[in-house]
């Protein structure tokens, strides 16, 4: 038996996806953009074994055993990785010194998330890049990021973007075959150290309406979108990747919100429309333009951006992030123990959280601009950096054991 333990991360778009040109080969209606965030905080894990013993393929989920051969996306993604591998087994054989036949044996999948699955906090990208990664791995196929991107698109549109670090860029393409529908990265995590991001987790619950299916039905009944698809976001890839490599935050916030805010409109010109931010989520929104009205310079200090479900991400440089977490702490308090509410990895906040919001002596900050939140309106906050793409485990992280069954 062979096995592979990988780790993939949460990527957070600041260019949103939204639309398909084809449902069977997941390919986008435009470009995006997003950062990768710390696999240390956020990821998806998973183990893939392999043996000529194991009678058909498998898949445990969060500890449940699920229908794989109900998984149309996942067989994709096994349909191309074993083809690769297959290829290579061919010319190994040629050149007189063949390989293992892995690509005729089954395969026992376990994947775990450290956070809630279809809340929103992007849970398909980070599990199907770690699937894609981890058979690339088993494989020991020798193709370049890039085109393993191409797979894992085929699993879940975002997940190509979860297999680099830093900044990357899904390049839509135009072929019919998809060839060029792909992701690259724009700048390695180490390009912008002092970018941080704050995730606000509004709802635990899972979502109404998938990414999916809401993405489709915006397709055929929004106006707006057509002009999204072919003026907004072929403008907006231009600026944003400049602002990215002159780490220019100003750009960078204003792009950020502004696609957010573009995409939730969208949704809402769908017919009938979709929501996906509630009040939480736009009192967020209203905090952090008040926050950026404190700014001395005049300069943007936070950004936040919301993907199809109500929880805010907040982009922020480093040294606002212990002022954003007081902000937030004072407006969305909790009931909870302060290290399950905030746990503070970084450890840039001393002392009780939001009683010591540094805006309320700036006389730009206007204090009543939302009441203070019912208790728990934000279950909690992840604090979180940009970080590398997916890791490759020792052998004793491994989800299954030697049978090839779960540990757990
Ligand atoms: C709002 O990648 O989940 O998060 O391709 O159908 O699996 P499928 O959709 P998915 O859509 C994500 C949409 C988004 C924006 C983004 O991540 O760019």
Redesign the pocket.
């Known amino acids: 038996m062979k096995a592979v333990t990988c780790t993939a991360p949460v990527n957070i778009?600041v260019i949103?996806?939204?639309g398909k040109r084809d449902t069977d080969l997941?390919l986008p209606t435009n470009s995006?953009i997003?950062v990768t965030l710390s696999q240390d905080i956020l990821h998806s894990k998973t183990t893939i074994s392999t043996s000529p013993e194991f009678s058909q393929d498998r898949l445990w989920l969060n500890g449940i055993e699920e229908d794989i051969t109900k998984n149309k996306r996942m067989h994709n993604c096994f349909r191309e990785t074993r083809a690769i591998r297959k290829e290579m087994e061919e010319k190994a054989e040629l050149a007189g010194s063949p390989i293992e036949k892995l690509s005729t044996y089954p395969v026992h999948v376990c994947s775990e998330n450290n956070f809630p699955t279809a809340a929103g906090l992007?849970s398909?990208?980070s599990g199907l890049a770690a699937l894609v990664y981890t058979l690339s791995q088993l494989y020991e196929l020798t193709i370049s990021t890039s085109e393993l991107s191409r797979i894992a698109r085929q699993g879940?549109?975002?997940?190509c973007r979860s297999l680099f670090g830093g900044f990357v860029a899904w390049e839509m393409g135009q072929k019919k075959d998809g060839s060029d529908s792909l992701a690259v990265q724009i700048a390695p995590e180490t390009h912008w150290p002092e970018l941080e991001a704050l995730i606000c987790v509004v709802s635990d619950a899972k979502k109404g309406t998938s990414?999916?299916a809401g993405?489709q039905s915006t397709i055929k009944t929004s106006p707006l979108m057509n002009e999204r698809i072919n003026h907004v976001v072929p403008a907006r890839m231009e600026q944003m990747t400049k602002a990215i490599l002159d780490k220019d935050f100003q750009s960078f916030a204003e792009l950020t919100m502004r696609d957010s805010n573009q995409?939730h409109a969208v949704c809402l010109d769908t017919y009938p429309p979709i929501f996906y931010l509630n009040d939480t989520s736009r009192a967020i929104m209203q905090l952090i333009h008040e926050y950026n009205a404190t700014s001395q310079d005049g300069k943007l200090k936070a950004a936040y951006t919301y993907?199809?479900g109500p929880n805010a991400v907040i982009y922020a440089p480093k040294e606002n992030m212990a002022e954003i977490i007081q902000l937030i702490g004072h407006y969305f308090p909790s009931n909870k123990e302060s290290t399950a509410f905030f746990a503070d990895p970084y450890q840039v906040v001393n002392g009780t959280l939001g009683q010591d919001f540094i805006p309320k002596t700036n006389v730009n900050f206007n204090q009543n601009i939302i009441p203070v939140q019912p208790v728990n309106s934000v279950s909690r906050l992840l604090h979180t950096k940009v970080d590398d793409g997916p890791r490759v485990l020792d052998a004793e992280e491994s989800l299954l054991k030697a049978d090839g069954l779960p540990k757990r």
Request: glycine content about 4%.
């Open positions: 778009a949103k996806y939204w997941i995006s997003s992007a398909s990208a879940s549109g975002s997940a990414s999916t993405m995409f993907d199809a």
